[in-house]
């Protein structure tokens, strides 16, 4: 084995552990914990794969930005201090549509990226060559993006009024 | 790399920790000085000659103390907390220049740890980080006044961390390479504070709020939920948040100086080449850093809503236009063939507009805050 | 090695850039840690019930007092934060590449920043961003001194 696929071998395995105990933790905020573990080793695969700048952005959105609003999510809602623990019931359904999405998942990637396939010309995911093919190729998907964020937005606040309302 | 290689890597990065220490020791001491100036005391003068030691007396005492977990405390993550807070600087601080380099054994000895491609979004992604050693220090506690403190930590961190992205990006177009070699390199002739200065007034504030500084310390202050996040921690784990806290800032100054003021560049005479660089970049990283503490000593500390509405209502609209008006000032004078002084007129302009507009109170509530409650 | 030889040297050379920086990590870590522990066998260890609860006058921490909530509005700033986050991140790449891509790059990105900007216009006349009880459509101009508003007080604006 190369160093590369060692590499890939502890990331994996560390991704793999912390997404199982992400369900399997009693406390949520463990579970976001562990969510974050799980975060960087996908991180570290895009960095792995010589995709700098997607692994970084992977870490700064997902690491950085979304399990933050799960935390306050958690604290705003049922601040659960201490040991409290919080679960709910839904099990199969969560099993359910896990399933499903890997199901899914499985599917595209085999379908995009066959075992048998050739391998890839090297690509070095530097940021300058992001940018050219973001704003050059796809100038129209990326416009369409700040409608997708003004939405979000907008959403964002109508979500809060209704519950300041109250 | 041979063993020799290996043994240098691992001298840079053990002088480099330790480098940041004992800095870290030195601004802790030196800030108590410059304070007790303002303050017409004389400061700490036991430790060792006129107090320099001052900070290591406190950190051996804190070892010493007892360190109390609280019955309530989630103990895993209220011991992890601490840790987390304290390495991002260290982390952040690695991709920095802070000299030429030099040649030791025959072999290329860089004053840089990494030079990361993609610099600018590693210290992103380090402040990003830095966040969970707050937030989880706040919870772990089990207790509603860090819980509180925490949360309102963390939404100021986060809102300034856009706002400091911003003055980055600035940056980043005007000399448009993402590492911080290439930045220092593209400042041979000007320094970048004089074309982008209103994004350095825009970092320098951000880089305070970030970490948690007066006049923008006012969710781990004293006076207020009493002292915010790390109420619960005592002994050693305190000290490693204040260690974080001291660590994060001299990072934040040496981001400063890297992107801003020339990084290492200065006049140097012809003997120890090596030397004055390093020298240059020490005493920039110390102006910024007694500009810090000036800020801290002269003023008042900011409520906390005047602060959250600085930062999204004037910071971020700022930071987002000067973006464009730096796009303008690069792009337009060759697309257009218009001479640089018709476009920076327009800059002029176009900033002066925002800056106006941001003082008008959109929305009535603005007004209704200034009646004090 | 074949085709995969010159893949995994530039991988390798990218990532022997982390290098330092994973040593760094461990570095401090082990610093960290170290001193916990030296402090753990140094320190008194002394506990009693009182010392080892919540600072909050004896009491025990249950929950916030009388059910209430931290205001929501630290939830919208962790939302808000996530859209100009990306909105940033995306202003990385084009900000390497926009001399390449002369006024047309400009134009782009000015679009993209003004329709953000929209919702940022939007969310501001809505309140959003204001730290304060009410939010302004729900008050007049005179009200809002009245005991009325003042008792709206959520926990975030204090």
């Not at chain 3, 329709?115 to 809505?126: E, S, T």
Request: glycine share 8%; proline share 5%; net charge negative.
């Amino acid at each position: 084995m190369t160093a590369q696929e060692y590499a890939f071998a502890v990331i994996a395995a560390v991704g793999s552990i912390s997404a199982i105990a992400v369900v399997t933790a009693r406390n949520v905020v463990h579970a976001a914990l562990y969510l974050v573990v799980a975060l960087l080793s996908v991180g570290a695969t895009f960095l792995l794969l010589g995709a700098e700048f997607a692994g970084w952005v992977q870490i700064l959105i997902y690491v950085g930005a979304i399990v933050i609003l799960f935390l306050f999510g958690l604290m705003l809602t049922k601040a659960p201090i201490g040991r409290d623990t919080l679960d709910n019931t839904h099990r199969w359904v969560g099993l359910l549509v896990a399933a499903g999405v890997f199901a899914g998942l499985a599917f595209l990637i085999q379908d995009a990226f066959p075992l048998d396939a050739e391998p890839f010309e090297v690509f070095h995911g530097s940021t300058s060559v992001v940018g050219e093919s973001m704003f050059r190729d796809f100038v129209l998907p990326f416009e369409a993006i700040s409608f997708l964020l003004l939405a979000a937005l907008i959403g964002a606040i109508v979500l809060a009024r209704k519950d300041e309302g109250n | 790399m041979d063993w020799l290689d290996w043994l240098l890597l691992v001298a840079r990065i053990v002088l480099v920790f330790f480098g940041l220490l004992i800095s870290v020791l030195l601004y802790i001491w030196f800030e108590r000085k410059v304070i007790a100036d303002l303050q017409t005391r004389k400061g700490p003068m036991r430790a060792g000659p006129r107090g320099i030691l001052v900070t290591l007396a406190d950190g051996i005492k804190l070892f010493f103390k007892e360190g109390i977990v609280p019955t309530n405390a989630d103990r895993r993550v209220y011991l992890l907390a601490p840790v987390l807070a304290m390495f991002p600087g260290f982390l952040a601080f690695s991709t920095i220049p802070f000299g030429t380099g030099t040649t030791l054994f025959g072999r290329k000895i860089p004053f840089q740890l990494v030079d990361l491609d993609i610099g600018i979004l590693w210290v992103l992604a380090m402040t990003s980080i830095a966040v969970y050693g707050v937030v989880l220090a706040g919870w772990a506690s089990g207790s509603n006044y860090p819980l509180l403190g925490a949360v309102r930590s963390t939404a100021q961190m986060i809102s300034y961390e856009v706002a400091m992205g911003l003055s980055l990006v600035a940056v980043l177009m005007y000399s448009g390479h993402l590492s911080f070699s290439e930045i220092v390199a593209a400042q041979d002739r000007v320094w970048n504070v004089v074309p982008m200065f209103p994004a350095f007034v825009v970092y320098l504030i951000c880089g305070i709020a970030e970490t948690n500084r007066p006049p923008f310390d006012l969710a781990e202050a004293e006076t207020e939920l009493v002292a915010g996040f790390h109420t619960e921690y005592s002994g050693i784990t305190f000290a490693m948040f204040f260690l974080g806290e001291y660590v994060s800032t001299v990072t934040v100054a040496a981001i400063g100086v890297t992107l801003f003021l020339g990084g290492w560049r200065g006049p140097a005479p012809d003997f120890l080449p090596a030397l004055w660089p390093f020298l240059w970049f020490l005493l920039k990283v110390t102006l910024v850093i007694y500009l810090f503490v000036l800020i801290r000593g002269t003023l008042p500390r900011v409520r906390y809503d005047r602060l959250m509405a600085f930062g999204w209502k004037v910071l971020i609209p700022f930071g987002l236009v000067w973006v464009l008006i730096t796009g303008a000032i690069v792009v337009l004078p060759a697309e257009l063939e218009l001479d640089r002084g018709t476009v920076l007129t327009w800059a002029a302009i176009a900033l002066g507009a925002t800056l106006l507009l941001s003082f008008l109170p959109i929305g009535r509530s603005q007004r209704r805050e200034e009646v004090p409650r | 090695m074949g085709p995969h030889g010159s893949l995994v040297s530039v991988v390798a050379v990218g990532l022997s850039d982390y290098l330092p920086i994973l040593l760094m990590a461990v570095l401090a870590i082990v610093f960290a840690v170290a001193s916990l522990g030296a402090s753990a066998l140094l320190r008194p260890r002394r506990p009693n019930r009182p010392k080892l609860s919540a600072y909050e006058s004896g009491n025990d921490p249950v929950r916030l007092p009388g059910g209430e909530r931290f205001s929501v509005k630290f939830y919208v700033v962790a939302m808000l934060f996530i859209i100009f986050d990306i909105e940033t991140i995306f202003l990385f790449p084009w900000a390497v590449t926009f001399r390449q891509l002369g006024l047309f790059g400009l134009i782009e990105m000015a679009i993209f920043i003004a329709l953000v900007f929209v919702a940022y216009v939007y969310i501001w006349k809505k309140g959003g961003l204001d730290w304060s009880a009410t939010p302004p459509e729900l008050m007049d101009d005179e009200d809002s001194d009245e005991p009325a508003a003042a008792g709206e007080v959520s926990l975030g604006a204090r």
